[in-house]
């Protein structure tokens, strides 16, 4: 919970921006803050705009607290007593609550008893700026920028005053940038054609959305000049959108590749066509779901920790199938991808019959949501930069781990000769275990990433199997960096192609791309040559 | 050469012939129980959606013996798993029909599932109730629709985003199949010709089934959506792509207040499979929320969390349809006094039930419900609040008044019209359901 | 005469003998005994043995390419399914102003998706000599040039097997898409007559159960008259040595073509007749699952015998049948177990069983069995 | 020894069933002429500028340590693999780097591979007539009947190889030597003139031996055919050798025969002390 730091200056800005006289005295009074509340409890959204606002002018001290719970849908009434209370979680049949007027501990109530103060789009905008000019008066510089930019669009005639006081007054540069554009683009609204100056160069959508509706004007000047300053802007961000495009395209490329590398080790080193990879990938993806579940309230450690659990879970499931399974089909890869196959169904079953058919919820973590901002036009959205990174560095730690570890040697060893590797001493039964469980185990830590993506569900694993196969045998068996080279590319491709043929398209034309490919080049992009290839 | 293979594939032939025969009817007797045919997938893709809606009915058949059944015979629920595949629907309704010989079927859920089986149940006369919102343009006289049509959710959703939110620009997403295909050219047809909406205000885009990178598609959206004017999304985004596209659109930083997203096809259900704090504010346009605030629906909400043994179980609006329409079945076994199809075929026209949000739900002559049309915003627990309302129920049409091809179809499933896709500009019944209605009256 | 050499086989007069009598009593029992006769075959069942019967059918196809040729086809559902497209195409054709919108040549599903006239691919498949004759050449043209591009580079192996799943991959994605005209996701359905049978009665049913055992016998003759013949043993030998037969001075990529391309008219044959049987044809008949099950089907059955495939393919779908009515949640975990099982115990299949508890038998007839009766 | 001359009959009553290609032209220099080949692998030369000519009629042996790249000469021949430079010439008019292994094996070049490679599922006779020279077109080989001459002549080469009872029998039980020659056996159906053999001796025991090397000397001669024999075995080498070219590294290190070779110094070196590293392919 945050606490309100500059609590005077705000409340006559916004005395201001209603207009009103503001209430002096700070009220603490059960009785004021019960008919505060109360006016809100009507079903006209009007008459709630209009509560809201005498909740900003009343000066309580508890009003934002109000408005906060408000916005979160937590402010509740009690059917039959009409207390207010603030609901604490609100998943199952019985709520804890919080008495609204107090903030003491309320216990339980049933959901049947209490009444939501529902509010809609329009009103959560006005509940939005009321707490962002709040927040212009935080010490928090984030907060403020972020305040400041909310704001822009929704300046309105009663708030330039204030504003421009404060523009005066502020630190930051940037805060002031913000503010001065939200200035700007209400003197535009109003028709004000010096307006535009402030705003050209202005990456911001909102800004841009300000412009567009500009050159709609009934002035012929502010059009024109409108749209000269958009020209501009246009062309600044089909630069954006070429790197947008590009990172949309390593981001897809990134998943396919985290998806593949995996099978790249199992399918590529020991010519096993493991057609469970998919599943093993899922197995990761609910462990990060069993680990969230494990440390409510935490999902960012669960996160982290799922990583090393989600490594170990797979790499378990994949020494039981190596065990299981594979060990009986030496040398008969295509019947290690039936095999495996059936593996793949009874894994998929497993998990809807013991855990459910139902996707199951994992939860970003704060630091994983939202986007980085580049500039104003270009942000790149954080959870898949963080899978890019994840998957770079899953790549390094492979490479060390084939190049750099006496795993790796006689990984490298008894694939290029069985036989001689166990006449030096190597145990290639161990080899093979240890080699299965890494590349299972790194189809766990793809499961991981992709819980940050997409569903957990028990159909998880067979929407990634056949495109890693691709990126596989594009990329040439038996060669990491081809798969590396591979996923990305094709994750590019599909990104570039994807605008101008459509998502459907793309994919088809991706997997002629493969299908031909293959034809010229029978091994891959990066292909094993000699003899010990045609084996 | 090898002499036992006739003896054993005999031996098999027989095996396997006796095995399907032992199936094979017995005619029904009075104090036989009243077969309910169950045609929810159990497997495969679907069995995310239908197999809480197979535990539906059978909740809803347990409580009716509970009561004493129905006409003094109990009620059985006859499962079967079509798994997701759709020419085993229509094998699976055969078996219903002919080897179980159910006295109605509850099913479904996909339009294609419920394409491939219209034909069995019309060729053997059964009874379908099928309780998911869906195209439209179908009228069947052995199916009834208890899930919406386009102008029972699609077009009061538009409504509402134009009248209350003042929407302008427009963005219909969809899964690339029939339904959103056939709403979003109903819904094209209607912002044209109702509110004079420009071409370029209106972005259509379609993605493949379980569609997982949003990234482009959202990227231009956002980019759609920085015109200047209020833009909305109308999605009709099926099951499993929802849960990265809403990702997507709050990583990139659209929230309900820039873009709202109005969908369809998103409920509690697919809800509770998603994190749900970056959605709050984006909307969806149902018949029933589990939110909705009436003894009737708590009272169903613990019944059916006694049902399963879920605390957090959630309930949705397929499953109310099939409250509906598993009353309204009831109903008119009672008022016919028989299960016999035909009879409860025409005593159910009329027939009016109680629904979950303080209602009632009628049966229409076009074997389409009448339902009120709830407008919820998505909140931070996976439910909705119920921010708008239709004023009073409405019928669902089976033929789009928007659509060239349908405009002047009309279904009426009463004496004496009994046509599906009656054209009244013509005066005649379409198509082959004119020879069917004439080999009937022979 | 190759074509009339497996009638002198054994097996295949016995494989006929069995099935030609199944035919026979199945149409005995369902139409000459009365409804409440405990041994009454309903058209229910008769229907249902006719879908297993086309999907032997397509068994023994991909058997043909798996078994003797040693390519391991994850694409066959995608013939299969282009045999079942055309035939689709045809019916719905038939349906004419009978639809729901009346329109005299478009199907329902393009007049309400705007179409104004038939895109020129559904041309001529109101004619049913067109639509049987492109129930072969789809397939086999998909199957001519991918063949020629695949085998002509070499790619064998894995790499065939994963780019074969590409192409069944892409191609279910391409009819998912509305805009290709085949119906999308709802495919083709609401089908009346065949020819101007009745779709719905009884008889007709019947009558497509017995043309599909034909269909197979056909089929079944066909693909052992390869097997048996010179051809078939360059397959074999392709199988087991592909370098080796290339410097006897055989083109290696052209038998593998022949075999491939006749393998796949066979599966489109078999998806011509199964949709009729099931009424509808939708592009998950291109899943790469489905052709990773027929597979599968051959495995049980005993890869490298065309009556095994047979049998494989009818067990499994029967075995389909039941699971999915009697306990439908256990039904993947039976299918799932089936692979593991039947490919690393019994690698040889059903058919590799008997041919094991009757190895003596078999040897014994070997021995009187001289060459010029097998090859003449 | 009597197939020869039934091979000399025969060949009169087969004409009409070998393909239509134009015959080696021996006529200006050797049946086969390798010049300047190199072929690299992951950047390791596996044949490194080879020159190499044999006669018509010539049988050649060709010894080396692991990994001198003989087996790749022959894959470069047969037109399994391509090299990077190079011309390779059967005769003076047939480019071999132009044609792939079923065009080349029709030419007239028969294969032995190191490991015997023989249909394992097919009975031997069938293995035998599948090598056998024939129309190998699709149709053809689909309608192909059994007739009393091809059954003959099959009979034959069963009775030179020592195979005739056990014909019917699957090839896959046959013993490494029972292999070896049912693999000479198909060399011998196919008629070729130019038969590259790839340690036939392994596996085999001392009377096989002898045979085998009866056989391949009875093979080669002048307008017969030249036979390139790779071999390990250095009893066998001598007890068949006329030239002898000993390759090291992809190249040729000496040539000449048995004994002007196994004096050479630089051999010497190669095989006693050679570096190991080396020797890994």
């Known amino acids: 919970m945050r606490m309100i730091r500059s609590f005077v200056p705000g409340l006559l800005l916004l005395c201001l921006l209603f207009g009103l006289v503001p209430v002096v005295q700070a009220q603490e009074d059960e009785a004021a803050g019960q008919a505060l509340l109360e006016a809100l409890a009507v079903s006209s959204y009007e008459a709630k705009s209009e509560a809201i606002e005498s909740i900003i002018t009343s000066g309580d001290e508890r009003s934002r607290r109000w408005l906060e719970e408000l916005l979160g849908g937590k402010l509740q009434r009690h059917k039959e007593t009409g207390r207010f209370v603030i609901v604490l979680e609100n998943r199952g049949r019985n709520w804890p609550v919080i008495d609204a007027l107090s903030f003491e501990d309320a216990g339980e109530m049933s959901r049947r008893d209490l009444d939501r103060i529902g509010i809609n789009n329009a009103l959560r905008g006005q509940l939005q700026s009321a707490l962002a000019v709040l927040d212009l008066y935080t010490d928090d510089v984030d907060d403020r920028r972020d305040a400041a930019r909310e704001l822009l669009g929704s300046v309105d005639a009663a708030m330039v005053e204030p504003l421009r006081e404060l523009v005066g007054s502020e630190d930051d540069a940037e805060v002031r940038r913000l503010l001065e554009q939200g200035l700007a683009i209400h003197r535009l609204n109003e028709g004000d054609i010096d307006a535009i100056a402030e705003l050209e160069g202005s990456l911001n959508s909102r800004v841009r959305a300000a412009l567009n509706s500009a050159t709609r004007s009934d002035n012929p000047l502010v059009a024109d000049a409108a749209s000269a300053a958009l020209l501009d802007i246009e062309q600044k961000l089909r630069i954006n959108s070429g790197l947008e495009t590009l990172y949309f395209g390593l981001s897809l490329g990134s998943v396919l590749v985290l998806a593949a590398i995996g099978l790249a080790i199992t399918f590529g080193v020991m010519g096993v066509i493991n057609m469970a990879h998919g599943e093993l990938i899922m197995l990761g993806a609910y462990t990060t779901w069993g680990m969230q579940q494990m440390l409510p309230g935490q999902p960012g450690l669960a996160l982290v920790l799922a990583i090393p659990a989600g490594f170990v879970v797979s790499a378990l499931a994949g020494i039981a199938i190596e065990r299981g399974v594979i060990q009986f089909l030496k040398g008969r890869p295509l019947e290690t991808l039936l095999a495996t196959f059936g593996v793949s169904l009874i894994l998929q079953q497993l998990v809807r019959t013991v855990i459910s058919p139902l996707n199951r919820t994992v939860v970003s973590p704060e630091w994983m949501s939202g986007s980085l901002m580049i500039n104003e036009g270009l942000s790149l959205t954080l959870n898949r930069l963080f899978v890019l990174g994840f998957a770079l560095v899953v790549f390094a730690c492979l490479m060390l781990v084939m190049r750099r570890t006496r795993l790796g040697l006689e990984v490298r060893a008894v694939t290029q000769n069985r036989a001689m590797a166990r006449a030096m001493g190597i145990r290639a039964t161990r080899v093979d275990i240890m080699t299965f469980a890494l590349g299972s185990g790194v189809a766990g830590l793809a499961g991981v990433a992709l819980s940050q993506l997409t569903n957990v569900g028990p159909n998880l694993g067979q929407n990634y199997i056949i495109d890693s196969f691709m990126v596989v045998v594009f990329g040439g068996v038996g060669n990491l960096w081809g798969t590396l080279v591979a996923g990305l590319s094709l994750g590019v491709i599909n990104q570039v192609l994807e605008p101008w043929v459509g998502a459907v398209l793309a994919k088809i034309v991706v997997l002629v791309f493969i299908i031909l490919f293959i034809q010229k080049r029978p091994r891959g992009l990066f292909p094993q040559k000699g003899r010990a290839a045609e084996g | 050469m090898i002499p036992t293979i006739p003896a054993l594939s005999y031996r098999w032939l027989a095996a396997s012939l006796l095995s399907l025969g032992v199936a094979a009817p017995a005619l029904a007797q009075e104090d036989d129980p009243i077969k309910v045919g169950i045609l929810h997938s159990l497997s495969g893709t679907m069995a995310i959606s239908e197999s809480t809606l197979k535990d539906t009915v059978e909740m809803l058949i347990e409580q009716q013996n509970e009561k004493g059944g129905l006409l003094g015979r109990q009620l059985e629920a006859v499962v079967v798993d079509p798994a997701s595949d759709w020419p085993l629907f229509a094998e699976k309704a055969r078996e219903l029909l002919s080897q179980e010989e159910v006295d109605v079927i509850f099913g479904n859920w996909t339009s294609v599932s419920r394409k491939s089986v219209l034909p069995v149940v019309e060729e053997l006369n059964g009874l379908l109730f099928y309780p998911v919102q869906y195209e439209g343009e179908e009228s069947s006289e052995n199916v009834f629709y208890t899930g919406a049509a386009p102008n029972q959710q699609a077009i009061p959703a538009v409504n509402y985003l134009m009248n209350n939110v003042g929407v302008e620009r427009w963005v219909l997403a969809g899964t690339d199949y029939v339904y959103p295909r056939t709403t979003n050219k109903i819904l094209e047809a209607y912002l044209r010709d109702e509110f004079g909406v420009a071409e370029e205000d209106i972005m259509v885009n379609y993605t493949p089934f379980g569609h997982s990178d949003w990234q482009n598609i959202v990227s231009e959206i956002k980019q759609f959506g920085s015109e200047g004017k209020k833009t909305a999304v109308v999605s009709t985004i099926n099951g499993d792509a929802n849960v990265p596209f809403y990702r997507e659109l709050g990583n990139q930083g659209i929230n309900a207040a820039d873009i709202p997203v109005v969908a369809f096809s998103v409920g509690e259900q697919e809800l509770s499979g998603i994190d749900t704090a970056p959605l709050v504010g984006h909307l969806a346009a149902w018949n029933y929320f589990m939110s909705v605030d009436t003894d009737a629906n708590y009272d169903f909400i613990d019944a059916w969390i006694e049902h399963t043994g879920d605390e957090m179980s959630v309930t949705n609006d397929p499953m109310e349809a099939h409250y509906i329409g598993f009353n309204m079945w009831a109903e008119a076994v009672r008022k016919a006094g028989t299960t016999e199809v035909d009879e409860v075929k025409d005593a159910i026209i009329g027939v009016s039930v109680p629904n979950l949000s303080g209602g009632y739900a009628a049966m229409m002559p076009n074997h389409h419900i009448t339902k009120p049309v709830l407008i919820g915003e998505i909140q931070d627990n996976g439910q909705f609040s119920i921010v708008w309302e239709t004023p009073s129920t409405v019928a669902g049409d089976a033929w789009s008044d928007y659509l060239e091809g349908s405009r002047d179809l009309i279904s009426d499933w009463r004496k004496p019209l009994e046509c599906g896709n009656f054209n009244v500009v013509e005066g005649s019944c379409g198509g082959g359901q004119a020879e069917a209605a004439e080999a009937e009256t022979d | 005469m190759w074509l009339t050499r497996p009638f002198r086989e054994r097996s295949t007069q016995l494989f006929l003998g069995v099935l030609l009598a199944a035919l026979a009593i199945v149409t005995f029992l369902n139409l000459a005994l009365p409804a409440d006769n405990p041994l009454h075959v309903s058209t229910y069942t008769v229907t249902l043995l006719g879908k297993y019967l086309s999907y032997a059918l397509l068994a023994v196809a991909v058997d043909l390419v798996w078994g003797y040729l040693g390519i391991l086809s994850l694409g066959h559902g995608a013939f299969f399914a282009l045999g079942g497209y055309a035939m689709g195409m045809y019916l719905m054709r038939q349906i004419g102003d009978r639809g729901t919108y009346g329109d005299p040549v478009l199907p329902d599903f393009m007049v309400f998706l705007d179409w104004d006239s038939l895109p020129w691919y559904w041309l001529g498949f109101d004619m049913p000599w067109f639509a049987f004759l492109m129930v072969m050449l789809a397939p086999g043209l998909l199957a001519l040039v991918f063949g020629f591009l695949a085998f002509r580079s070499r790619v064998t192996g894995v790499y065939l097997s994963i780019i074969t799943q590409a192409m069944t991959f892409a191609l279910m994605l391409a009819f998912f898409r509305n805009e290709m005209g085949f119906g999308g996701n709802n495919g083709l359905t609401d089908f009346r007559e065949l020819l101007n049978f009745d779709l719905r009665s009884d008889a007709t049913r019947l009558g497509l159960f017995i043309a599909t055992g034909i269909a197979l016998a056909l089929g079944y003759v066909i693909c052992r008259a390869i097997v048996a013949s010179k051809l078939g043993r360059v397959s074999v030998a392709t199988r087991d040595a592909e370098a080796r037969t290339r410097f006897l001075g055989y083109r290696v990529e052209r038998f593998q073509l022949f075999v491939f391309v006749v393998s796949a008219m066979l599966a489109g044959v078999a998806g011509a007749l199964y949709v009729p049987q099931v009424g509808i044809i939708n592009p998950s008949e291109f899943s790469p699952i489905f052709s990773i099950e027929i597979v599968l089907w051959v495995a049980l059955g005993g890869r490298g015998t065309l009556y095994g495939a047979v049998i494989g393919a009818i067990l499994v779908n029967y075995a389909k049948t039941v699971f999915t009515g009697a306990m439908p949640d256990a039904w993947l975990f039976a299918l799932g177990g089936l692979f593991v099982l039947v490919t690393v115990f019994l690698p040889k299949g059903i058919a590799g069983l008997l041919a094991y508890r009757f190895k003596r038998d078999r040897q014994a007839s070997r021995s009187h069995d001289s060459p010029k009766e097998a090859a003449a | ?281």
């Not at chain 4, 007239?108 to 024939?134: C, D, H, W, Y």
């Not at chain 4, 196919?190 to 790839?198: A, E, G, K, T, Y």
Request: with cysteine.
């Open chain 4, 1 to 281: 020894m009597s197939f020869l001359s039934s091979l000399a009959d025969r060949d009169r009553v087969f004409d009409f069933l070998v393909p239509a290609t134009s015959p080696v032209d021996v006529r200006h220099g050797p049946i086969l002429y390798l010049d300047d080949v190199t072929v690299t692998f992951d950047g390791f030369r596996a044949i490194d500028n080879l020159n190499l000519t044999i006669d018509d009629g010539e049988l050649r042996c060709i010894i080396g340590p692991n990994g001198a790249g003989k087996t790749t000469m022959m894959d470069i021949i047969t037109g399994k693999t391509r090299p990077d430079t190079g011309s390779v010439w059967f005769g003076s008019r047939h480019n071999l780097l132009a044609m792939n292994e079923p065009d080349i094996a029709s030419l007239g070049i028969g294969r032995k591979f190191q490991k015997p490679t023989v249909f394992e599922a097919l009975s031997v006779f069938e293995n035998l007539e599948l090598a056998m020279a024939a129309d190998k077109r699709i149709l053809p080989t689909l309608t192909a009947r059994m007739t009393g001459e091809i059954r003959d002549r099959i009979e034959e080469v069963l009775e030179t190889i020592g195979l005739t009872e056990l014909r019917h029998g699957p090839a896959g039980i046959l013993s490494h030597g029972q292999k070896q020659w049912l693999e000479i056996g198909m060399l011998l159906m196919q008629r070729p003139r130019l038969l590259l053999v790839d340690e036939p001796v392994a596996g085999m025991t001392g009377q096989e031996m002898e045979r085998t090397a009866e056989l391949l000397t009875g093979l080669a001669g002048k307008g017969k055919q030249s036979v390139v024999v790779v071999e390990h075995d250095m009893g066998f080498v001598r007890s068949i050798a006329r030239t002898v070219t000993v390759l090291h590294q992809g190249r040729v290190l000496a040539e000449g025969s048995m004994d002007q070779v196994a004096s050479d110094p630089k051999v010497i070196e190669v095989y006693l002390g050679a570096d190991p590293d080396e020797e890994v392919a």
